[in-house]
């Protein structure tokens, strides 16, 4: 009998009618196996040694040790040598009168020893015979661990998740070693699947929906037909989270509190941590994300030290109070921002800081500094939009007036910088109250002054600066009503000592001398710029354009802000433009002119020699008198020049 087994292992294409024989001769050794083992019990004295004829393969699945069963184990030292053998072969004919039973070509050569064993189960898996695999395993007390991973990754390329995590929970209690890889490769499978396709089930059900009357009695359900596309209620949470993305684009906070109140489930959660977080924003669970660092009501746990330092004890290093096992706020604010899940994260932590009590200290204070180190990371990145609705939460009221500024010189349109302006001044009114209400003072602090934020370093006169200013800049965008681009231009912020904020301010003030010269006005003493510079090359460029009566307007807007030098500096650069660009004569612009000293060099400059030679003898001044004979003698004007001579004779 055992010859004819052990000759050669069934072909695949074996008829069912050599797969009976072979059956029926393995029943029979099986029957001789019971017989001689009877009788081997009898020499022994009758010592009872039962063993579990377990055949049925199903019940493996609720299993939690299927490795541990050992067939008579604890009577194999008290037994002969010769009943143990018994024992071992019957165990091995069980199981190859099961193979044989099932279909399966084996032979006793496959279960001989362990390694061949091993075999056989790997064959087992390849043909998706896992239940067969668990049993063989069993019986050959080999490692079950590889069935049960292996039956655990088909089920989920089914999407029967529900039962692959049933396997997969056989898996891990029988894993030795660090779970952390069986856990990523479980993600791969899970993550590698092709979607579900619901446009192409609809479509299917629609063909399906017409075809049927003509086939069936009644057509099929659209309802009921689409139920495949859904998990089953009775999964646990952490599987029935996966019917929809409602958990995604719900904004009702208290929903996710019920669902977080006691962790994540998952098995990352508890093998591979610092792949929860990545994980959970792959696969749009972005409120469970932020409740990893932010949980209701409570602080997360600090992290191991091996965790966050990453590098041996014995080497120093600051450890981050707000790093976890599954990473730190970094980690999380880079997630959210490449997700655009910022206002998720900026909802966890409103609802957080409503909901915590006043008198809870820890949780608090975790959630301050976890604010801060967000703002940090937002103002790093230069993510000011975001900077600024976490620095409202934190209701710094300063530091959000900032920031508006900020988002006001980002601006790309007229309406978009006025209300950033318009939020800066509110934020900057609330920051003078409250520090008015604290009782703060108003003396500049020098010392100690490092390390210390803008905001701190404001004094309650700087704030007050700072609302002027952003009503003046307010003023300022409405008056050039450049409603579309970039509106940085118009800016009146930045470093005084910067020649670029110093040249743009001035441009700003030039243009908006056409257009509202009151406003003008104040910018220009506003910030302390140089007043006959920016007048001077207003006068010139209306000059240059020939606006006649702006210029009249300009000048008569002018007169009584200036002195009378800077006058005539101002109309002498008016005139310079007609008389070297046009080649006119503005008499009347001349006339204007206080100095007398002025009147000739702009009589010279328009070819007016004699009425230059006029204005300096009357006004007795030898050295006009004599750089107008100079301009005569090289402009070959004869008579100028004698009337000069016969001047200067007499006074010198």
């Avoid at 900026?346 to 809870?360: A, L, N, P």
């Avoid at 207003?538 to 009378?564: H, Y």
């Avoid at 100095?595 to 070819?607: E, F």
Wanted: aromatic fraction near 8%; include cysteine; hydrophobic fraction near 35%.
């Amino acid at each position: 009998m055992k010859g004819v087994l052990n000759s050669h292992q069934l072909p695949e294409n074996a008829s069912m009618e050599t797969i009976g024989r072979a059956y029926h001769a393995t029943e029979t050794f099986v029957q001789g196996l019971l017989y001689a083992k009877s009788l081997l019990r009898k020499l022994t004295g009758g010592i009872d040694f039962s063993i579990n004829p377990e055949r049925n393969r199903d019940t493996d699945e609720t299993s939690s040790d299927a490795g541990s069963s050992s067939v008579g184990s604890q009577a194999t030292d008290e037994l002969s040598e010769t009943l143990s053998q018994a024992d071992v072969w019957l165990g091995r004919a069980e199981l190859l009168q099961s193979l044989l039973g099932s279909g399966i070509a084996a032979s006793l050569d496959d279960i001989a020893d362990a390694e061949s064993s091993a075999r056989l189960r790997d064959r087992l898996v390849v043909e998706e015979r896992y239940s067969m695999a668990v049993y063989t395993c069993r019986k050959c007390k080999i490692d079950v661990f590889p069935v049960w991973n292996a039956w655990g990754h088909a089920l989920i390329r089914m999407e029967h998740y529900g039962q692959a995590r049933v396997k997969f929970k056989q898996a891990l209690q029988l894993h030795k070693g660090d779970p952390g890889p069986v856990i990523l490769e479980i993600i791969n499978t899970i993550e590698g699947g092709p979607p579900v396709d619901v446009s192409a089930v609809r479509s299917m059900y629609e063909h399906l929906a017409k075809s049927a009357p003509t086939i069936l009695d009644d057509s099929l359900s659209a309802d009921s037909y689409l139920n495949i596309l859904y998990m089953p209620s009775t999964f646990p949470r952490s599987e029935r989270s996966r019917r929809s993305q409602i958990s995604t684009n719900n904004n009702s906070n208290s929903a996710y509190s019920r669902d977080f109140e006691d962790g994540p489930r998952s098995n990352l959660d508890n093998y591979a941590r610092q792949n929860l977080l990545g994980f959970m924003f792959r696969h749009g669970h972005y409120h469970d994300a932020c409740f990893l660092f932010f949980p209701p009501d409570a602080v997360p746990p600090p992290p191991a030290p091996s965790i966050t330092s990453g590098v041996p004890s014995s080497s120093p290093q600051r450890l981050d109070s707000l790093a976890t096992d599954y990473g730190t706020i970094d980690d999380l604010c880079e997630m959210c921002i490449g997700y655009g899940a910022m206002p998720v994260l900026e909802e966890v932590i409103s609802s957080r800081m409503s909901s915590t009590k006043s008198d809870d200290v820890v949780v608090n204070q975790y959630t301050a500094t976890a604010l801060a180190r967000i703002c940090l990371y937002c103002e790093t990145h230069k993510h000011f939009n975001y900077l600024y609705r976490f620095q409202v939460i934190k209701k710094d009221h300063v530091a959000a007036g900032l920031c508006c500024i900020q988002l006001f010189v980002n601006s790309s349109s007229q309406e978009e910088a006025i209300r950033h302006l318009e939020h800066a001044k509110m934020h900057f009114d609330e920051g003078l109250s409250a520090r008015h209400k604290s009782g703060e003072s108003t003396k500049l602090v020098t010392k100690g002054l490092r390390g210390k934020s803008a905001s701190e370093k404001l004094t309650e006169e700087g704030l007050v600066k700072f609302s002027a200013r952003v009503s003046i800049q307010v003023e300022v965008v409405k008056s050039l009503n450049d409603s579309e681009g970039p509106q940085w231009k118009y800016s009146l912020f930045g470093n005084p000592n910067d020649p670029e904020t110093f040249r743009r301010r001035c441009k700003v003030a030039e243009i908006l001398v056409e257009k509202n010269f009151d406003l003008a006005f104040q910018v220009i003493y506003e910030f302390n710029l140089p007043a006959v510079d920016i007048y001077a090359g207003v006068a010139a460029s209306l000059a240059e354009r020939k606006r006649g009566s702006q210029l009249t307007e300009f000048f008569r807007n002018i007169k009584g802000t200036i002195d009378d030098d800077d006058w005539d500096q101002v109309l002498g650069a008016a005139i310079n433009v007609y008389a070297n660009k046009h080649k006119e004569r503005p008499d009347r612009l001349i006339d204007m002119l206080t100095s007398s000293h002025r009147k000739v060099l702009a009589c010279v400059v328009c070819g007016r020699l004699k009425s230059a030679f006029q204005i300096a003898s009357r006004s007795g001044s030898v050295a006009d008198v004599q750089y107008v004979a100079h301009q005569a003698l090289h402009a070959n004007a004869l008579p100028v020049l004698d009337m000069c001579k016969q001047w200067l004779a007499q006074y010198m």
